[in-house]
């Protein structure tokens, strides 16, 4: 069974990274929520992409010199367009969450993959994770790009799961033998980079004893082609649609 899981959120349908963008993601049955990972100045964990508040909300700066007060202030609608060039959720009240607000809301059954994006966020996230429902549920991990971030998470908690993001290009033989080093469970490629056949990597990661996900899948054949090949998991904008290409959830 392939996951499916809603990249910060369900976000071609709302904007990204807020509860409403979570609650579709739900709805629509993925089986966990992508979220982004950031510190405010105060150490409040900031659910959001970028490391500043320019291109999703009115307002402007880094989330690192900003009070979790001050970011609650921006509206989280502002930046998300529609096909036809209009801002729908504009001074609808969306407010950039924080991970307990997430943690807090989360309904049981779903997961949660956490996006560490800045390594001072590390061992909040570790620690708020670990008094977790979804966590005691066995459903949460912890996942970076950066090599320093998932190593702290394992020596904060080597019971959490752990996900070593690639960037585009970044050869998936030399991280599976990273990954087995340290201990990580998953290494999750650029899906482009999984080629055409997926089927000689993802042998390769049997091998090694490591899962294989992949970022972002958008077109239902290419989830069909991945989960036919036994792919662990893929983050989708659209988990409707991937929904409706794999089934229903506990099927595909
Ligand atoms: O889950 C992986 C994916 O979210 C990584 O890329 O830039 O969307 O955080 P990005
Ligand atoms: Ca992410």
């Given at each position: 069974m392939t996951l499916v899981v809603a990249h910060r959120g369900a976000s071609m349908a709302a904007p990204e990274n807020t509860m409403e963008a979570f609650r579709l993601g739900v709805e629509a049955g993925a089986d966990a929520i992508e979220v982004d990972v950031h510190l405010s100045s105060d150490g409040k964990l900031v659910v959001m992409?970028?490391?500043?508040?320019d291109r999703t909300t009115d307002r402007i700066g880094p989330i690192a010199e900003r009070t979790m007060k001050e970011i609650q202030?921006?509206?989280?609608?502002?930046g998300f367009a529609v096909p036809d060039g209009s801002?729908?959720?504009?001074?609808?009240?969306l407010t950039v969450p924080t991970l307990g607000d997430v943690l807090k809301w989360l309904p049981d059954g779903v997961g949660l993959v956490v996006e560490v994006k800045?390594?001072?966020a590390t061992e909040p996230t570790v620690k708020a994770l670990a008094r977790s429902q979804v966590r005691k549920a066995g459903a949460a991990s912890l996942i970076s790009f950066d090599e320093q971030v998932i190593e702290r998470s394992r020596e904060l908690d080597p019971e959490l799961p752990t996900g070593y993001l690639l960037v585009p290009s970044q050869p998936i033989e030399a991280a599976l033998t990273y990954a087995v080093q340290f201990g990580h469970a998953a290494v999750l490629p650029?899906?482009?980079?999984?080629?055409?056949?997926p089927m000689p990597i993802l042998a390769q990661a049997q091998a090694y004893g490591r899962l294989i996900g992949c970022y972002v899948v958008n077109e239902p054949e290419r989830m069909q082609q991945l989960a036919a090949y036994g792919l662990w998991g893929f983050v989708t904008d659209v988990p409707a649609v991937a929904r409706e290409a794999l089934g229903p959830r506990g099927v595909s």
């Open positions: 992409h970028d490391e500043m508040l202030a921006a509206d989280a609608g502002w801002f729908p959720f504009r001074g609808k009240g800045a390594r001072a650029w899906d482009g980079d999984l080629g055409l056949d």
